[in-house]
C-alpha cells in the first residue's frame, strides 16, 4: 500500500508526533508498505510528485527534514493567512491507499483534520471527526462518559474572565486537579494542595488556555486501556516513581514502571475493560482508541479522559498492550490500518 505517515504541525505535542510518525513508518517499511513520513504543517517539495512513494526510503532523513522547520513553528502558529496544510501534503494524501494519523495534540486530535479528508474524500487511520472533536474536549469527554454510565471524577469547569478561586464554591476540597480542556500529553494539568497553589496553578492553566477544569484528586492507581475495534485490550499500569504520570514522567526513559498486563484481581480486569468498551461507544469512536482511568483505595474506578490518537512511539502504552496479546509493534500498525479501513467499506 502506499500510505502517508502524517506528523509534526505545531502542537506542543510536535516532538513527540514525530518520534511516532518515525517508528510508524519504520514498520510500515519493514512489512513492505511505501510509506512515507510528512510534517503536516510545513509539507514537502518533491522535485517529482510522481515519485512520492519510493521502493527505497530513509526515514530517519525523513524525520532530521521534518525536524529542520522547528525553528519556523512561532511564524507558522502566528500566520493565519496560510493555508494549514503543507506544500504538497493534500496532493500526497489524495494519491495515498490511506493516511496514518500519527498526530497528537490540538491540530490533530481536534477533529480539523479528519473533517477535511472527509470532504476531500481522503481515507485516514482512526476515528472521525465528530469523536475527535468530543473527546479533545475533556468538559465535553466528561458529560458523554457519564451520560454513558461510565463514572468519572467530580468537578467543574471554568471560563477565563469568569473562573471562581474558591474551591468550596464548587463542592471540592484540597488536594484537587486542575488541568486545561483540550490539552494532551498532562500539559498544563496541576495538582495542588492549597490555596496559593490552586490560584496560581488556575493562573497557568488560564495562559495556555480559555477553559480549564478542576476535579477532584484521586489517591490510587493509574491504568489505560487501549480499545481496538470496540474490544479493550490487556489493561496496562503505569507507576511513576516520582510525582505523577506528567510529560516528563510520559516521555523520560525509567521513570515510570508500567506493567502490562495489569496485577488486578479477575473482577477488577473485567469491570476496567467494561468500562472502556461503554466510553468508546459512549464517545462514537471507531477504529481505536486508548482511554486512561484512576482506580481509588477502595477500588472504585474513574475515566479520566480518552484518546483518539494514542501514541505511537514502539514503547508507547497501546503497542504495550498489543504486545501483551503477541501483537508486534509491526503487525499493530497494520492491525491499525485494517480496523480503519473497515471505516469505508
Do not use: W
Not at 96 to 104: C, G, K, S
Not at 165 to 189: M, N, Q, R
Request: glycine fraction near 8%; charge should be negative; hydrophobic fraction near 40%.
Amino acid at each position: 500500500m502506499k500510505i502517508v505517515v502524517l506528523c509534526g504541525g505545531v502542537s506542543t505535542e510536535r516532538d513527540i508526533s514525530i518520534v511516532s510518525g518515525t517508528g510508524v513508518c519504520k514498520a510500515l517499511r519493514e512489512k513492505g508498505h511505501h510509506a512515507i513520513l510528512i510534517d503536516v504543517v510545513f509539507g514537502f517539495e518533491y522535485a517529482d510528485i510522481m515519485e512520492a512513494f519510493p521502493e527505497e526510503y530513509d526515514v530517519d532523513m525523513a524525520a532530521e527534514y521534518i525536524h529542520s522547520f522547528d525553528n519556523r513553528l512561532a511564524s507558522a502558529k502566528a500566520n493565519r493567512n496560510r493555508s494549514f496544510f503543507g506544500p504538497n501534503v493534500t496532493k500526497l494524501c489524495k494519491m495515498a491507499d490511506i493516511v496514518f494519523m500519527a498526530l497528537h495534540g490540538e491540530a490533530g486530535e481536534n477533529g480539523k483534520v479528519q473533517a477535511a479528508f472527509d470532504l476531500m474524500r481522503i481515507k485516514y487511520t482512526g476515528t472521525k471527526y465528530v469523536s475527535s472533536a468530543l473527546c479533545m474536549d475533556k468538559t465535553l469527554t466528561k458529560i458523554m462518559l457519564s451520560a454513558g454510565n461510565v463514572p468519572v471524577p467530580r468537578g467543574t469547569t471554568l471560563q477565563k474572565g469568569y473562573d471562581s478561586i474558591d474551591i468550596e464554591d464548587i463542592g471540592l476540597a484540597f488536594p484537587v486537579v486542575v488541568k486545561v480542556a483540550c490539552g494532551g500529553s498532562s500539559v498544563g494539568v496541576y495538582i495542588v494542595n492549597n490555596q496559593e497553589e490552586y490560584e496560581r496553578a488556575v493562573a497557568d492553566a488560564f495562559d495556555l488556555e480559555d477553559e480549564v477544569i478542576v476535579e477532584e484528586y484521586i489517591k490510587g492507581r493509574e491504568f489505560s486501556v487501549g480499545v481496538i475495534d470496540g474490544k479493550a485490550l490487556p489493561i496496562i499500569e503505569i507507576a511513576p516513581l516520582v510525582g505523577f504520570y506528567d510529560y516528563k514522567n510520559k516521555y523520560t526513559p525509567g521513570s515510570t514502571i508500567e506493567t502490562c498486563p495489569a496485577e488486578l484481581l479477575p473482577e477488577q480486569t473485567k469491570k476496567m475493560q467494561h468500562y472502556a468498551e461503554l466510553g468508546y461507544h459512549a464517545l462514537f469512536m471507531e477504529a481505536y482508541a486508548r482511554l486512561d482511568f484512576m482506580m481509588d483505595e477502595e477500588g472504585n474506578m474513574f475515566c479520566l479522559e480518552a484518546n483518539t490518537l494514542p501514541g505511537m512511539t514502539p514503547t508507547s502504552l497501546m503497542p504495550q498492550e498489543a504486545q501483551a496479546v503477541g501483537m508486534s509493534y509491526a503487525d499493530f500498525c497494520e492491525k491499525l490500518i485494517e480496523v480503519s479501513m473497515a471505516k469505508y467499506n
